[in-house]
């Protein structure tokens, strides 16, 4: 891999930051290349010594939390049963941004008609709890700090996280080492990031959602939002009845699976695994692919690209055939719609693979 | 080492290395790599930590028709070692009463 497609990867698994950071990142790297390069070394050298783009973003991410969150203090938690409960400012208008981040829990995440933003943890884990509260948000933490000295085993537990409906602000969860779930929320914007664990989302209103799991899959289903961008590795991705503006879907290793989704922009990516559409409804629509397969039924849509290479693509579009510029190529396959320039023609389809079949039908 | 300790040291690390003047990241990487295994990798918030916090400056000079970031100790990354070191005295004041207390009673 060349330093150029590393950080354009690397980026990919920072979606938050800045453009100023993205240049400062980009800028700090390639001199290090350079000077090592300089002493001899060579890029590619370099690069292995940097671990993969997925692991340097995990890193880069990891001390940028540290970073972000303020000086923590003992929660100020009450018992209730064999559970601690922590609830945060009665004016949930007031709270910006809420960040919670744990290790080896599973969290979930429900509704509550209070006012208030409550967490609740096994007692077991008090020890590990901590937390701030200031103008920027709350920031509330059940990580482990490993101390030399104490050698303790690794406790799991079930976190329950009571979200006031219409939250009009960030959210945003961490595990470690453990799934989420969230279920029926109006939240405005939606953060959740999984490691080694699963993620599903079950009926949420807002403006932006942002997945992210390593090892484990994601799931949305029945939701509505503005922008969404959903990325695993290892792991499949399924979202079943949900409507966007834009959506970003990346993995590696798994399938993807759209089943009814409206979507004016939606992009699927994978590698090894295949991509299935039923009953899709988009303007564009961009699917990639490396030995897998990619079928559609009844996909609707203006602009639609399908790259595969040892897959076949098959399936149905919603529409005539007449209305389309089309581009389809296989090295070594059968390839039906044959490729028809219409200079004029206002919606695209292109498809591309080697190695494999396309077959396209058109059902008005 | 323990890696939250292990972060604090790295930042006066850093610092110290400025001591003797203004200095670039991989020249910086390898001088501190020679007492604490580091990786190139994940010293940039590093780097930015320090600027952010006022203790080093930054400006850039050619090299090699490129730009090359130096970093440049301040008064308070000089103020930070200093008060390492006065807490490391302390620390190794106690260290030296328990040892002693340690060989009176074997």
């Known amino acids: ?364 | 080492m323990d890696t939250q300790r292990k972060k604090g040291m790295l930042d006066i690390l850093v610092l110290s290395v400025l001591l003797s003047g203004p200095s670039y990241g991989y020249k910086i990487i390898q001088d501190v790599s020679e007492i604490m295994n580091v990786s190139e990798s994940t010293m940039y918030p590093i780097f930015k930590r320090l600027e952010s916090s006022g203790c080093v400056i930054t400006y850039s000079e050619e090299h090699n028709g490129r730009r090359r970031k130096y970093f440049s100790l301040t008064e308070t990354g000089r103020e930070k070692i200093d008060s390492f070191l006065s807490e490391w005295q302390e620390m190794m004041q106690i260290y030296e009463f328990i040892m002693q207390n340690r060989r009176k009673n074997p």
């Not at chain 1, 609740?120 to 509260?133: F, V």
């Not at chain 1, 484990?216 to 290892?234: K, L, M, P, Q, Y």
Request: hydrophobic fraction near 30%; proline fraction near 4%; aromatic fraction near 6%.
């Open chain 1, 1 to 364: 891999m060349k330093k150029q497609e590393y950080f354009e990867e690397l980026l990919t698994y920072l979606p938050q930051i800045s453009s100023e950071d993205r240049e400062q990142i980009y800028t700090y790297y390639d001199e290090l290349i350079c000077d090592g390069m300089e002493a001899g070394r060579t890029e590619e050298e370099m690069l292995a010594q940097f671990g993969s783009p997925q692991q340097l973003a995990e890193r880069l991410q990891e001390e940028w939390e540290l970073q972000s969150m303020p000086a923590l203090s003992p929660v100020p938690a009450q018992i209730r049963g064999s559970e601690l409960v922590c609830s945060f400012l009665p004016d949930v208008k007031r709270i910006p941004y809420a960040q919670i981040t744990t290790d080896c829990c599973h969290i979930r995440i429900i509704p509550t008609e209070n006012s208030q933003l409550t967490i609740s943890y096994p007692k077991s884990l008090e020890q590990y709890a901590a937390y701030s509260e200031s103008q920027k948000g709350i920031f509330f933490s059940l990580k482990r700090r490993r101390s030399p000295f104490s050698l303790f085993g690794r406790r799991s537990g079930n976190i329950l996280i009571e979200v006031p409906k219409g939250f009009l602000a960030h959210l945003k969860v961490h595990s470690q080492n453990g799934g989420i779930t969230m279920e029926d929320q109006v939240i405005e914007k939606v953060s959740l990031s999984a490691s080694n664990g699963s993620i599903r989302v079950l009926s949420l209103t807002g403006k932006e959602l942002e997945l992210s799991s390593s090892n484990a899959s994601i799931a949305v289903e029945n939701s509505a939002f503005v922008s969404g961008t959903a990325r695993t590795s290892n792991g499949s991705i399924r979202i079943l009845d949900t409507i966007a503006k834009t959506f970003q879907v990346r993995t590696s290793n798994g399938s993807i699976t759209f089943s009814n989704v409206k979507c004016q922009e939606q992009t699927l990516i994978t590698s090894n695994a295949k991509i299935s559409i039923a009953k899709g409804q988009c303007d564009t629509c961009v699917c990639t692919t490396s030995n897998g397969s990619i079928s559609v039924e009844q996909l609707q849509g203006n602009n639609l690209t399908f790259t595969s290479s040892n897959g076949s693509i098959r399936g149905t579009l919603t529409g005539k055939a007449e209305e389309y510029s089309i581009s389809c190529h296989t090295s070594n396959g059968s390839c039906t719609p044959a490729a028809v320039s219409r200079p004029d023609a206002n919606k695209q389809l292109s498809a591309r693979t080697s190695n494999a079949s396309i077959r396209l039908e058109f059902n008005a």
